[in-house]
């Protein structure tokens, strides 16, 4: 029975202040219902409104690609650094702990790999499995002007569909072909139909001629893709230029995991997202946070 001891009225009932109706801090989410936001604040981060999430899916179909030989010893480590995680169900569940606290947005299509048609996806994973690893966004790659262009926006229907019942959210991939020009005009064009189609949140690639149009003609935040390997400067100017552009984020995988220090870079990449800082000041923190992890593991080593 409950303690009936010490029931006490209430006593302020605060009358003069009217009830809070916040809007909610990301563009084209303020009439999504609770689960869909909690789980949204999770990934972006309310404070800033910006994300640095690390992109680990890559095995999904190019198999251990340099980095990712071994996500337990080279990613698990770098995950207290980023905001969320990307990553395949299988990687997450055989080599990840599931101790970490940060947010998973679950890869959940596929079904080809780098010797096949890059467009030929299918959903790669059930609503229900999504919710039994905890995920806290599913992510949809959609190829518009590729050879599987109709079927990859189905499959984007289905997921957000299905992440709609269960309050998850869907991040809309745009894949681009070889053959694709990656201009604003063809960024504009795939991320807009992500979000029209219901995607929650785009992930896209950053082009230097009018990004800014991309990021304020999709009606959902847009992160950025990281694409292959650069110099450390680049890299981070690019970030730096996107965020400035209206991105609200990166996805960054090979720019991070393939670097020398990507402990390092991580934190150079997070600086100019979330503190706006220059990049040639993200990159001083980058090589001094590189000097002092080397000073570290020789004091280790010692
Ligand atoms: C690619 O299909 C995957 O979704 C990757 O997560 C994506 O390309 C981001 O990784 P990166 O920064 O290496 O381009």
Not at 133 to 141: E, H, T
Not at 170 to 178: A, I
Not at 196 to 215: L, S
Not at 273 to 280: A, I, L, M, S
Request: with cysteine.
């Amino acid at each position: 029975m409950p303690d009936m001891d010490d029931v006490q009225d209430g006593k302020n009932y605060h009358f003069g202040t009217p009830q809070q109706a916040n809007v909610f801090f990301l563009k084209g989410s303020n009439s999504l219902e609770w689960g869909m936001k909690n789980r949204l604040a999770r990934i972006f981060n309310p404070a800033s409104g910006k994300t640095v999430m690390l992109a680990v899916d890559h095995g999904y179909f190019q198999g251990p690609t340099t980095g990712l030989e071994r996500i337990d010893v080279s990613i698990v480590p770098l995950v207290p650094y980023a905001d969320a995680l990307m990553i395949t169900r299988g990687a997450l569940r055989t080599s990840v702990p599931p101790e970490i606290s940060k947010p998973v947005v679950l890869r959940s299509t596929g079904g080809q790999s780098i010797l096949k048609e890059l467009s030929n996806e299918l959903v790669a994973v059930d609503i229900e499995d999504a919710v039994r690893v905890n995920a806290s966004a599913l992510a949809v790659q959609v190829y518009i002007g590729g050879q599987h262009e109709h079927e990859s926006i189905g499959n984007l229907v289905k997921v957000a569909d299905a992440g709609n019942r269960y309050g998850i959210p869907t991040l809309g991939v745009t894949g681009v072909g070889k053959e694709l020009v990656r201009d604003a005009n063809y960024l504009g064009l795939a991320t807009r139909i992500c979000a029209e189609m219901g995607a929650h949140f785009v992930k896209t690639y950053y082009c230097e001629k009018n990004f800014e149009r991309v990021a304020a003609a999709c009606p959902v935040p847009v992160v950025i893709a990281g694409g292959k390997k650069l110099p450390e400067p680049e890299a981070l100017a690019m970030a730096y230029h996107a965020i400035q552009q209206g991105a609200a984020g990166v996805d960054m995988g090979r720019n991070i995991f393939q670097c020398e220090a990507p402990t390092a870079m991580i934190q150079a990449v997070r600086a100019v997202v979330h503190e706006q800082e220059h990049p040639d000041k993200a990159y001083e923190l980058y090589l001094s946070l590189k000097e002092g992890s080397k000073t570290e593991k020789t004091v280790l080593a010692r």
